[in-house]
């Protein structure tokens, strides 16, 4: 996790940090889990994670990666 995401984590309630960083495990053992939604006219999705969090990420089909942007 970069140093960037890690201060914005450290900023979050208890709550909301644990909250995202379920979604993000999540994503690594069954990224289709969640609620995932292709944004329009981009290649990215984003994972919605409570009332007020989303992750844009981008899905590799060929590769079969999913990179968290």
Do not use: C, Q
Not at 41 to 53: I, L, Q
């Amino acid at each position: 996790m970069s140093r960037k995401a890690e201060k914005f984590l450290d900023k979050l309630s208890r709550r909301d940090r644990e909250r995202i960083l379920k979604a993000l495990r999540t994503l690594r053992e069954d990224p289709f889990a969640l609620d995932i939604e292709k944004l329009e006219e981009t290649d990215f999705h984003r994972v919605r994670v409570g009332r007020y969090f989303r992750i844009i990420i981008y899905i590799d089909w060929e590769n079969k990666t999913i990179v968290v942007l």
